[in-house]
């Protein structure tokens, strides 16, 4: 044995060839936290004093390769200077630059995930081979930072500017045929193989037919472009990407001027800029944000595992209610493995629902996701019927008929005297108190609320909520089928709206707010969208439906009557009564006009601004830091409100439940985030501006003691 430690070992295998091998112990997946960097640098000094190695193969005992750097190290690590930051990454790149420095040729067998981190230890080697279905990639930028350990140097000089660029800049992940394609790795070989390969390359290399000095050299030295071809790739790359990432994600552009500064510098001064670089990204606010968006998502993920420990399995669901809802949650089923039952009262309904289950998979096959028979296989999955013949072998039904107590009432009971004692019944509302739904059922601890949001197949979230006779049985099956259809489940408890809901309509009702006061709806959405949302708060209501609008809105007035109750009529009212239901029927606050190829697109519509007249009250121009102020105020309010009323567990699943749900600008870390970083007295300070309003600008008395006490809703 070479060395040993508790993520790395090291020992010869054959013919004078070492294998240094990561395995961190007691962790499902390697990382690269501080202990296996510094057993990374340990170990290549213990190799460098190896008197006769012919070569070194770098090896994982893991399923995955490296999946990157170990994250719940990022926050005490940003909260040190820019300097300590820079000499951190320095002290690192040390470890790296050893590697690759060794004086015998090194290949790495790439057998499953390698990234961040994990693929800038892949390109420190001379080499790479690569299984079929590993990933390779360097997604720093989804943390709002880029590459620290060499990543921008290696890459741009290993692949080219142009491929570094899309790699960096874009986060992805990348497939092995395209991986070979560009030359960030040399071979594709079965897992299997990996070693072998990597051996006969080394074996290349001693006997003079593969040059890995002259390769490592290349890798080393300057970017091959002259002054004129380096300023175009850079300059054309800067403007497309600020195009596409916006200015409220600065990481890639940034990282893109960094690999530009170090372009005409060999690998030690290039590194210096790199980590001079990575620690101005790692001090903005956009990477604290991220990253904790990220460690929330862990701790979700944690949380659902948990529930799925106490799952009983779900081999065949069925879903009430076709339609375009119903056939979203069918597809979304039988895709991702669990077969499903249709059910609908009429032919019309069943037609509906396997028409939007064969769009979304027509769209797989045409972008290469998925082939035809894949997809026939998929279809198959899902068994539409018009009467409730094979409800006895079903684990879980999900209800989404119209959102209507006394229809969902009739449907539920209806249902669960077809299924078995033991199968869970949920229900799909978006709105309606799950207590309320229960009231009438034999069996109330085997329901939940299993709330969807539409379009299916794209939002990751999934609210699960429990009502007051809820076993934690059909919590935990519940939660495992969301997970099983690869959403993201949070738990809340009952109340109208639940939590998504809930709070959105408060932001709603700062939106009518302003239409009264005079602000043009226009402008407020420009505001919101440049803030950082999707879009505005009237295109939202256009894509929601204004029929769904009001009808949730007098849902949330009578829950929360004090601060949801609007007086007299308001915007969506008047947009409601003008059957102008907004994408549904192709007008609501905006015109909707199919463009050339076909798609809906928003055009201004003056009609609006004459039919909204008698709403509204004088004529205000508002700045953007007022529109922001009395939108976000209630929003944020709410989300505290649900948190003290033990609606979510924690402000991680209330802030990544608005950031899945709504939209909620990622790079703001999410609602309670929000306050945190404007500071919970300055929040509360600038609420009681606006306390004129009403109720929905009153900050709780929690709220306002935490505000005297200087306290935080994140640590």
Request: net charge negative; aromatic share 8%; hydrophobic share 45%.
């Amino acid at each position: 044995m070479i060395y040993e430690g508790k993520a790395i070992t090291v020992k010869e295998i054959e013919g004078g060839i070492a294998q240094l091998d990561f395995d961190l112990q007691g962790e499902s997946v390697n990382k690269f936290n501080r202990l296996t960097i510094e057993e990374l640098g340990a170990a290549a000094e213990a190799l460098k004093s190896q008197k006769n190695l012919k070569g070194l193969v770098v090896t994982s005992s893991k399923d995955s390769f490296i999946v990157g750097a170990d994250i719940t190290e990022f926050t005490e690590l940003f909260a040190g200077s820019e300097e300590d930051l820079v000499a951190n990454n320095l002290k690192a790149n040390e470890v790296f630059n050893a590697i690759e420095d060794l004086p015998f040729p090194t290949v790495t067998a790439i057998n499953g995930i390698a990234l961040g981190g994990g693929f800038e230890m892949c390109l420190a080697t001379d080499y790479r081979v690569m299984a079929p279905k590993a990933k390779v990639g360097l997604p720093e930028v989804k943390l709002g930072i880029f590459p620290g350990f060499g990543g921008t140097v290696r890459l741009s000089r290993l692949v080219g500017v142009d491929n570094a660029v899309e790699w960096i800049a874009g986060g992805t992940e990348n497939r092995a045929d395209a991986a070979l394609k560009v030359g960030a790795v040399d071979a594709v070989v079965e897992a299997g193989k990996l070693v072998d390969a990597a051996v006969a390359i080394i074996n290349q290399c001693n006997e003079g037919k593969l040059d890995n000095l002259a390769r490592r050299e290349e890798k080393k030295g300057k970017i091959k472009l002259n002054a004129m071809e380096s300023m175009m790739a850079f300059e054309i790359s800067k403007a497309f990407v600020a195009g596409k990432a916006g200015k409220n994600y600065p990481a890639p552009v940034e990282a893109i001027k960094t690999m530009q500064k170090h372009a005409g510098m060999t690998r030690d001064k290039a590194i210096e800029v790199e980590a001079k670089g990575f620690a101005k990204m790692a001090k903005t606010n956009v990477a604290a944000c991220l990253v904790g968006l990220f460690l929330n998502d862990q701790a979700l993920k944690k949380k659902a595992s948990a529930w799925e420990k106490e799952a009983s399995d779900v081999k065949l669901a069925a879903v009430l209610g076709a339609g375009i809802m119903g056939g979203g949650v069918a597809y979304q089923s039988a895709l991702k493995g669990t077969p499903i039952i249709m059910k609908d009262i009429n032919q019309d309904g069943i037609t509906l629902g396997l028409n939007e289950a064969k769009k979304q998979l027509v769209k797989r096959v045409d972008k290469g996701k998925m082939d035809a028979g894949k997809m026939a296989d998929v279809l198959n999955s899902i068994t539409p019927t018009l009467n409730y013949g094979d409800f006895k072998n079903v684990d879980l039904v999900v209800e989404a008929v119209v959102e209507n107590p006394k229809v969902k009432d009739i449907v539920l009971r209806e249902t669960e005297d077809m299924v078995r004692d033991d199968a869970i019944i949920t229900s799909n509302t978006s709105t309606i108190s799950i207590d309320l739904l229960a009231k009438n059922l034999k069996r109330p601890e085997n329901f939940c609320g299993m709330h969807f949001f539409n379009p299916v197949h794209m939002m990751p979230l999934v609210e699960v909520i429990r009502g007051a006779k809820t076993s934690d049985r059909a919590i935990a099956t519940t939660v495992a089928y969301a997970k099983a259809m690869g959403k993201t489940p949070i738990v809340v408890n009952d109340c109208p709206g639940f939590l998504v809901n809930r709070v959105l309509f408060p932001y709603f009702g700062g939106f009518i707010g302003l239409v009264r006061d005079g602000a043009d709806f226009q402008k407020v959405d420009k505001v919101m969208e440049k803030f950082g949302w999707p879009m505005g708060p009237a295109y939202l209501l256009d894509v929601v439906g204004m029929d769904t609008g009001k009808h949730a809105g007098a849902v949330m007035a009578d829950g929360f009557p004090d601060r949801m109750k609007h007086e007299g009529t308001t915007a969506i009212d008047v947009m409601f009564d003008n059957n102008r239901y907004g994408q549904k029927n192709d007008k609501g606050f905006y015109k909707y006009e199919l463009d050339r190829k076909g798609k809906q697109q928003k055009v201004v519509d003056e009609e609006t601004y004459k039919l909204l007249e008698p709403v509204v009250q004088g004529k205000n121009e508002f700045s953007d830091e007022d529109i922001i102020a009395r939108m976000m105020i209630p929003l944020c309010l709410e989300t505290v409100r649900c948190l003290e009323d033990g609606i979510v567990e924690d402000p991680a699943d209330a802030d990544m439940g608005l950031i899945f749900g709504i939209g909620f600008p990622p790079f703001r870390g999410g609602a309670l985030r929000y306050i945190d970083d404007l500071g919970v007295d300055k929040f509360v300070e600038l609420a009681d501006k606006f306390a004129d309003l009403g109720p929905l600008y009153h900050p709780t008395e929690k709220l306002r003691e935490m505000a005297k006490t200087g306290k935080k809703f994140f640590g």
